[in-house]
C-alpha cells in the first residue's frame, strides 16, 4: 500500500520562503502531484513529478526523488493568497492523496 | 471553461433515507472518481470509473454504490444513510492518471446524516 506523511500545519511569513515535504512508502507509482486547497474550495492542480529532480513553475517549484521516497514543494515570495491545504497525491491507476498540510502566511 | 458539477452543495437527510449525489462533466473524460474529505483524514477515495457501465472500489467503499450510464455522469449512492457517512463529498473528472492527467474536481457536497 501507500503511505504518505505531510506536517499537518505549518506557518510561514508573507515575502519569505517555505518549503512543504511529503514522504511515502510504496512499491511503485507513476507520478507524484500537487494540489491547492482552499478552504471551502475544491482542489486545484499545482505540479505533477515523474522523473526525479525540481519542476520550476514560477512561485512554486516540485522536487521529487525516488530513491529517497520524497517530495517537496518549495512556495516563493509568499503571498497572503497562498493560506491554503497543500496535498500531496502519488498515481498510479488511480490518485491517492496525503492528509495535506495547513499552510498559515503571517503579515 | 471546464467544469465539473454536482447537483447539490449542501444536503441534510435522515438516517436510512437513500441519497444520491449526482456529478457531471463537460470535458469528456473517461474518469471520474468520488471522494470524501473529513478532518484529519484527508482526501479519501470512494469509487472510481474508467468507462461508461465501469467502476472500481477505491480505499473505502462500503458503504457505497456508483453508476456511470453516461460518459459525463457519475452517481454516488448511499443505499441506506449513516450518520457516519456526514462529510464533504468531492466528485472529480480526468484523463488517464498514470499520464499525469490533472484531475478536476467539482465544488463539492456536504452532506449531513441526522
Known amino acids: 500500500g501507500q503511505n504518505i506523511d505531510q506536517p499537518t500545519e505549518m506557518t510561514a511569513t508573507e515575502g519569505a520562503i517555505v518549503q512543504i515535504n511529503c514522504t511515502y512508502q510504496t512499491s511503485g507509482f507513476n507520478g507524484l502531484f500537487w494540489y491547492q486547497q482552499h478552504a471551502g474550495e475544491a482542489p486545484t492542480f499545482l505540479s505533477y513529478n515523474v522523473l526525479d529532480g525540481l519542476e520550476e513553475k514560477g512561485r512554486f517549484s516540485s522536487f521529487l526523488s525516488r530513491s529517497k521516497g520524497y517530495s517537496y514543494l518549495l512556495l516563493k515570495e509568499l503571498q497572503m493568497k497562498d493560506s491554503a491545504s497543500y496535498l500531496c497525491a502519488l498515481a498510479d491507476d488511480k490518485i491517492i492523496f496525503g492528509k495535506g498540510t495547513r499552510l498559515h502566511i503571517l503579515p | 471553461d471546464v467544469k465539473v458539477t454536482q447537483s447539490s452543495r449542501y444536503l441534510v437527510k435522515r438516517t436510512g433515507e437513500k441519497v444520491f449525489l449526482e456529478c457531471v462533466q463537460d470535458m469528456d473524460h473517461e474518469n471520474m472518481f468520488w471522494y470524501r474529505q473529513d478532518p484529519g483524514l484527508g482526501l479519501r477515495l470512494i469509487y472510481f470509473?474508467?468507462?461508461?457501465?465501469?467502476?472500481e472500489k477505491g480505499d473505502i467503499p462500503e458503504g457505497y454504490s456508483v453508476s456511470r450510464e453516461k460518459k459525463e455522469r457519475f452517481s454516488l449512492i448511499l443505499e441506506s444513510a449513516s450518520t457516519n457517512q456526514t462529510s464533504m463529498y468531492l466528485c472529480a473528472s480526468g484523463g488517464a492518471v498514470t499520464s499525469g492527467n490533472e484531475q478536476f474536481f467539482g465544488p463539492g457536497t456536504r452532506l449531513t446524516v441526522l
Open positions: 470509473s474508467y468507462d461508461v457501465k465501469m467502476k
